[in-house]
């Protein structure tokens, strides 16, 4: 078993190790303002999943603020005019609202010399044409990575986690990204309530059979969060989540599925301490990273 990293692939698309920088395009989300919902997706803190990105402000100053977090934890040896940096607009649903809006927020930070590319993170319905030939006009300036938020392909615990679309509202619009052009990475949460490991494995064996090639994914551990309705429902009735092993090797299971060419983002993911309730084990982030390349070596050794 053989896996491409992200920091592999950003080497070999910039020349040069890459930092990602947390920003907000100052969107709220169609699952939260009553267009679909008002609670959001059961798991989604009031952070939006982007607990740790810039408050919003105009994207000069979100940069030069998220800059200053990031750099602190780069070797000085780096000059600082030699840094590149991928402009992450993580919170709530970041093409949703205005077309034009956005346009300005995002080619403001792609006229900056040091961002050498976006990734946005998205849902599928909220992806119309306007949106997507906009992101096709960037990505001729610079490279432009669409995050979609599938979580699970199956329709019951889409409905139990109130994520709001049917699966063939991904499919459209994963076809119509993939026809500008545009590179794709797709969410999925692992441990999921009600989900077993052989659902969670069909989610990416699906995704692993998308034509055109999946671009890239990003598992992440269901965190359980402080201010959810899933913290709720958790509190009233426990459901199972995983142990530092069964992850391991869930996550191992999942990797060899994947075709050679997807790029793999993540394999954890982090929960604000402030916030999370469960599983404990994942705030030792060093500790759970070391388990699964243990995990993976012994993989690919098999």
Known sequence: ?????????????????????????????????????????????????????????????????????????????????????????????????????????????????????????????????????????????????????????????????????????????YQRLKEAGLTVIVHVILGLPGESREMMLETVRYLASLTPELDGIKLQLLHVLRGTALAEEYEKEPFELFTPESYCATVVDCLKLLPEHTVIHRMTGDGPRKLLIAPLWSTDKKRVLNMLNAAIRDAERT
């Open 1 to 173: 078993m053989e896996i491409r990293r992200l920091s592999d692939a950003l080497k070999e698309q910039f020349g040069q190790k890459v930092y990602k920088l947390s920003l907000s395009a100052g969107c709220t989300c169609p699952n939260r303002d009553g267009r679909i919902g008002t609670g959001g997706c059961t798991f989604c803190s009031e952070g939006g999943s982007g607990d740790f990105a810039a408050a919003f402000r105009p994207i000069e100053e979100q940069i030069e603020e998220a800059r200053k977090r990031v750099d602190a934890k780069i070797p000085a040896s780096i000059p600082m005019d030699q840094r590149k940096y991928i402009a992450y607009f993580q919170s709530f649903t970041s093409t949703y609202g205005d077309t034009e809006r956005l346009r300005g927020i995002f080619s403001g930070a792609v006229d900056r010399e040091e961002i050498a590319g976006l990734s946005i993170g998205t849902r599928p319905d909220c992806l119309e044409d306007d949106k997507v030939e906009m992101l096709r006009e960037l990505n001729a300036r610079k490279p432009v990575w669409v995050e979609l938020g599938l979580q699970t392909i199956h329709q019951e615990t889409a409905e139990r986690i109130h994520r709001g679309y049917r699966l063939e509202v991904f499919e459209d619009t």
